[in-house]
């Protein structure tokens, strides 16, 4: 029965987008079998024929759950959403939920698609300078909007798919050396969702893939 | 009952004609049978409308479509579209069973997050002289991992019988891929999904050809 067997993720411990579905299913209390896939080693795993199978895109995440094959992280987390219990990871309010959206596809859409590996690849030797450019941007923007919304998450008072794509966004933003300082909401969030146990168990610092020199 | 006056008023769409991401809103309005106003944002005159102040002001993002509609401003095509989805009935632009959903979602992803912020036109101007290889090269990638995904989710439309979100976001992709010359007949999927859909009233009284904006020299 495909419901009863754990779902399976397979990704990459610094992959931002692996990150946001890693902390949907810790917020959801579901536990999951992660399949690494190195984005660096062997010309990249996510290459292969194997991988093409599961997303013809190339990517990390893809998902196995419930019998189906599932990439693009926010489908993700929204069919675990629609299908789980638990807490609920977009507000019942659609307002509220519009902004969630909004948000979340600013930084999955807006942001990230431009600065992550295959882009940063392509362009070359300009690549900090480049994604730098486009984390920068996208946080000017972003800053206002969560001034707006925010309470003590990033659309009112309770946990979102809003706050599961900033946090790996802020990761991004430091390791591409973006002063995150520049923006007090952004930070306050990232300090107080980073508190979060589905945050910290779910960092990068600490999957079955990560480097022994990069663990914590 | 309150009656929130904000409801009554029309939508206004902030976009341009030949934004996809805002021919996307103008497709969902259509389907769902919802008038709406249009405020034309020229991406190229005056250096670019959408970078005044005051355009910022509806999206700090300073990209098109920003959409005012009872009582808030949204960015974002995608959130838009599920928000006039969930708060209007009319056809359903998201199927009830939940993989489904999530096969809807997946797809339209693949094209909003995958493709179309990657040959944008602020990351053309950027590209620079290379910005023709570099829009084909991204359109070329997306299409060749959605065609072998569409061959599995379609029937009549991109996931099933029933028009989605995923069909919103394909036919504005078609027409970028088909502006920077993608040749389109590489993938029959998409090819018989995007004729079929160009069909439909929804998809053609929204077409970049025939907007309030359109220059004339476009118009058909």
């Not at 190195?38 to 991988?51: E, F, M, S």
């Not at 599932?70 to 638990?86: C, D, H, K, M, N």
Request: net charge neutral; glycine share 4%.
């Amino acid at each position: 029965m495909a419901s009863q067997t754990k779902p399976i993720l397979h990704g990459y411990f610094r992959s931002s987008c692996s990150w946001r579905v890693r902390i949907a299913f810790a917020l959801k209390g579901i536990e999951f079998d992660q399949v690494p896939v190195n984005l660096i080693k062997d010309g990249g795993q996510q290459l292969t024929d194997q991988y093409k199978v599961l997303n013809p895109m190339q990517q990390v995440p893809a998902v196995q759950i419930d019998g189906i094959t599932l990439s693009q992280s926010l489908a993700v987390i929204q069919y675990i959403e629609e299908t789980r219990p638990g807490p609920r990871l977009l507000p019942a309010d659609p307002k509220k939920r519009a902004q969630v959206r909004m948000i979340s596809d600013l930084i999955a859409s807006g942001i990230q698609p431009v600065q992550n590996l295959y882009v940063l690849q392509k362009i070359g030797a300009e690549k900090l300078q480049w994604a730098q450019h486009f984390i920068q941007r996208g946080f000017e923007a972003l800053e206002p909007i969560l001034k707006e919304t925010a309470s003590k998450y990033c659309v009112g008072d309770e946990i979102s798919m809003a706050d599961i794509c900033l946090v790996p966004q802020v990761y991004n933003a430091e390791r591409f050396k973006v002063d995150v300082d520049q923006f007090p909401t952004i930070k306050r969030l990232n300090q107080t969702l980073m508190k979060v146990d589905a945050f910290k168990v779910s960092h990068p610092s600490c999957q079955p893939d990560t480097p022994a020199d990069i663990c914590t």
